[in-house]
T-cell receptor, first 111, second 111 residues
Framework: DAGITQSPRHKVTETGTPVTLRCHQT?????MYWYRQDPGHGLRLIHY???????DKGEVSDGYSVSRSKTEDFLLTLESATSSQTSVYFC??????????FGPGTRLTVL | AQSVAQPEDQVNVAEGNPLTVKCTYS??????LFWYVQYPNRGLQFLLK??????LVKGSYGFEAEFNKSQTSFHLKKPSALVSDSALYFC?????????FGAGTTVTVRA
């Protein structure tokens, strides 16, 4: 999986609480991405980063923020989790052949 | 709006028979097209991509895909399916280093 780890792998939280998901890569790739996967929608891009401190919004960015203070780490934060954010979250990086490789995913349940 | 579509939610085939998973695209210019596979409770694995050149692209695990510009299609094929090919398959296109996915096709290969 191109040296991508995600933590935690599973999380259950309550509505209104903040949640941070971490993505760590060992390949020194410039681009990193956060997607969410929901049945019937495939994967949808939440936010992405094209370098340290350089981030931009994706298709479904409302309710999410990101930070990238180091090349290897890309954090996704839900400031105040809602039940609609129950999903499986995947991190990805872009390799030099313009191919994205994905982490193992984080299953988030918001009660 | 640019998009890819996977017209079949499910594909069922017998082991040893040919497997085809369909993808059509509506992308301007020269599309960058990808296929990924997701096994149960796993992340996405890259199978193959079309960037330019030969319309027949060969990928991992014996899969191949044919880029057809006149039919705006990029169907995934395998000559002889295995039970272990049972998984969720995603077609995607890349726009400015960001992927947009189809909704996915669940493939079941019966023994």
């Amino acid at each position: 999986d191109a040296g991508i780890t995600q933590s935690p792998r599973h999380k259950v939280t309550e509505t209104g609480t903040p949640v941070t998901l971490r993505c760590h890569q060992t390949e020194n790739h410039r681009y990193m991405y956060w997607y969410r996967q929901d049945p019937g929608h495939g994967l949808r891009l939440i936010h992405y980063s094209y370098g340290v401190k350089d981030t931009d919004k994706g298709e479904v960015s409302d309710g999410y923020s990101v930070s990238r203070s180091k090349t290897e780490d890309f954090l996704l934060t839900l400031e105040s989790a809602t039940s609609s954010q129950t999903s499986v979250y995947f991190c990805a990086t872009l390799d030099p052949t313009d191919t994205q490789y994905f982490g193992p995913g984080t299953r988030l349940t918001v009660l | 709006a640019q998009s890819v579509a996977q017209p079949e939610d499910q594909v069922n085939v017998a082991e040893g028979n040919p497997l085809t998973v369909k993808c059509t695209y509506s992308v301007s210019g020269n599309p960058y097209l990808f296929w990924y596979v997701q096994y149960p409770n796993r992340g996405l694995q890259f199978l193959l991509k079309y960037i330019t050149g030969d319309n027949l692209v060969k990928g991992s695990y014996g899969f191949e895909a044919e880029f057809n510009k006149s039919q705006t299609s990029f169907h995934l094929k395998k000559p002889s399916a295995l039970v272990s090919d049972s998984a969720l398959y995603f077609c995607a296109f890349s726009n400015d280093y960001k992927l947009s996915f189809g909704a996915g096709t669940t493939v079941t290969v019966r023994a």
